[in-house]
């Protein structure tokens, strides 16, 4: 897979401060051995600062690892899901995509856009606009409840615009090309600051049901839990 991804967010109830971004990555999974890799490279400006930071992600024997590149500064840090009350089986369904399609599809208007070919393959194009309320309680039940979050607040209240577009194969109905449209607005919240939020993400498929290896990098074994690697960016007395 090949993502694109532009990010606008503009915060401050007159538009104070604006900042853009923009991400490139790739990636790979093995549905079969249940493995998964992505390389992410993002930069922003915000205020004429220009930032730069690279994410790896790597599923492996039921442990996901990420390492963070910001600012010269490398860590990777490790998620076990067998010390969690999230099973594996529950959050890797979130990378079958005819699991999700199928979830979506359930709780969405459908629309059926012009045909188009992408890469070469004659497509099916749709265009999905999820129940937002009924997605976000989806994702709850699936993920667990998200602490830190204030009393009363609802993901869905946030969210102005929710719109999923799919080019599916005619031959095989496979997703060979995904676009996703979200608009965030946080003013019904009580911040000291509003923030508008839009994101465009684009992901190409290929080489389906090609041979793929993914294997952990050697210095990815030297990765801290995730538990450990916040507790220390929280200061003490």
Do not use: H
């Amino acid at each position: 897979m090949e993502m694109t991804t532009t990010t606008t967010t503009i915060t401050g109830d007159d538009g104070a401060s604006t900042m853009t971004g923009s991400g490139t990555g790739n990636g790979a999974v093995d549905l079969v051995n249940r493995k998964l890799m992505m390389e992410m490279t993002s930069a922003g400006n915000s205020g004429g600062i220009e930032t730069e930071s690279t994410l790896s992600y790597y599923f492996v024997d039921y442990v996901m690892y990420m390492k963070m590149d910001f600012m010269g500064t490398e860590q990777w840090i490790k998620m076990d899901f067998s010390e969690m009350d999230i099973p594996w089986n529950t959050y890797w369904k979130n990378y079958d995509q005819m699991e999700m399609l199928t979830a979506v599809l359930e709780i969405s208007d459908v629309e059926r856009l012009d045909d188009e070919v992408v890469n070469g393959v004659d497509c099916y194009g749709l265009k999905i606009v999820p129940d937002v309320d009924r997605l976000v309680e989806i994702l709850m039940s699936q993920l667990g409840s998200v602490t830190g979050m204030p009393q009363g607040m609802q993901l869905s209240d946030t969210v102005k615009d929710f719109t999923l577009t799919f080019w599916i194969s005619k031959d095989t109905n496979f997703i060979m090309k995904a676009y996703e449209y979200i608009s965030v607005d946080t003013s019904s919240f009580q911040y000291s600051a509003s923030m508008d939020m839009n994101v465009e993400v684009t992901i190409m498929f290929t080489e389906y049901n090609d041979a793929v290896n993914i294997e952990l990098p050697e210095d990815a074994e030297n990765a801290i839990s995730y538990v450990d690697y916040f507790s220390s960016l929280v200061p003490t007395t």
